[in-house]
């Protein structure tokens, strides 16, 4: 079965600090990996994608993630966090073995990020 | 702002009412969800219509009640809910259900069972 496990609960960083939210997976096969943000009383939004080729995937507001296939890692970064980054944010998977299953989400982890 | 579009925001409800949440999608998905998101958690799916059909139904009780009259709507019927179905609902579409579509996400509907 598929999992996505984000490791960090919360993650506090000084604005302008560069910022690293962390997720590991287990799928079989190559896995199509997902990043979306929430923020208070919002739906989620999609941030980027991994799905082939290069390993580091550019995305929306300055965020970027980095594939590690021997690490079955694809931690979100971006170099210099800001205040409005606050938010909860969600590693997803998707590989195939998961059937019908749109998405598999990790557990979220809160950002904080501190002025 | 989102290009899917849920109404209510919020939603208060007795155990013994009827009501319906809507979604409206113009991105010409042909994928649609419905999840339940509790507070600090990620969203659980309930319901995914593929080109109008429902294809997934992850044992939802059936006082949960999906419809998708078109291609651009959905609905979530609710009739005799618990108090721990308050929750915040999330309607998502895709372009398809391929493995690289990814999903856009409403703002939710707050539901409060009393």
């Known amino acids: 079965a598929q999992s996505v496990a984000q490791p960090e609960d919360q993650v506090n960083v000084a604005e302008g600090n560069p910022l690293t939210v962390k997720c590991t997976y287990s799928v079989s096969g190559n896995p199509y990996l997902f990043w979306y943000v929430q923020y208070p009383n919002r739906g989620l939004q999609f941030l980027l994608k991994y799905i082939t080729g290069d390993n580091l995937v550019k995305g929306s507001y300055g965020f970027e993630a980095e594939f590690n296939k021997s690490q079955t890692s694809f931690h979100l970064k971006k170099p210099s966090a800001l205040v409005s980054d606050s938010a909860l944010y969600f590693c997803a998977v998707r590989g195939l073995d998961s059937g019908n299953t749109p998405l598999v989400f990790g557990k979220g982890t809160r950002l904080s990020v501190i002025a | 702002d989102t290009e899917v579009t849920q109404t209510p925001k919020h939603l208060v409800m007795g155990m013994t009412n009827k009501k319906s949440l809507k979604c409206e999608q113009h991105m010409g998905h042909r994928a649609m969800y419905w999840y339940k998101q509790k507070a600090k958690k990620p969203p659980e799916l309930m319901f995914v219509y593929s080109y109008e059909k429902l294809s997934i139904n992850e044992s939802v009780p059936s006082r949960f009640s999906p419809e998708c009259p078109n291609s651009s709507l959905l609905n979530l019927h609710l009739h005799a809910l618990q108090p721990e179905d308050s929750a915040l609902y999330l309607c998502?579409?895709?372009?398809?259900?391929?493995?690289?579509?990814?999903?856009?996400f409403g703002n939710g509907t707050r539901l409060t069972v009393t």
């Open positions: 998502a579409s895709s372009q398809d259900r391929g493995r690289n579509s990814p999903l856009h």
